[in-house]
Nanobody, 115 residues
């Protein structure tokens, strides 16, 4: 079994920055193609950014230009520095494989951006 633990969220003012981290542990030899997702209550989970094993990066329109996804394969850790945060970025953020196969979802990390 694989455990995903997200951290780094918090409460910031609009325009602020946060750096999310996601550590993978358990029965995992290496990170696959990974992604960050976010979800608010009553809404579907949406992909924010993805990174391949060769570090090709993909961003949603919401994250493009403000978020930077990166990975440390030795530490089995995924990162998401987020800049110029907006109130609409308020969500719970999760990491996982990009798909179609997903590990059990972690608890996520709450990001709250005040206006």
């Amino acid at each position: 079994q694989v455990q995903l633990v997200e951290s780094g969220g918090g409460l910031v003012q609009a325009g602020g920055t946060l750096r999310l981290s996601c550590a993978a542990s358990g029965n995992i030899r290496r990170l696959n193609e990974m992604a960050w997702y976010r979800q608010a209550p009553g809404r579907e989970r949406e992909l924010v950014a993805a990174i391949t094993t060769t570090r090709h990066k993909l961003y949603s329109e919401a994250g493009k230009g403000r978020f930077i996804i990166s990975r440390d394969d030795a530490r089995k850790t995924l990162y998401l520095p987020m800049n110029s945060l907006k109130p609409e970025d308020t969500d719970v953020y999760y990491c996982n494989n990009r798909g179609p196969y997903f590990y059990d979802w972690g608890q996520g990390t709450q990001v709250t951006v005040s206006s």
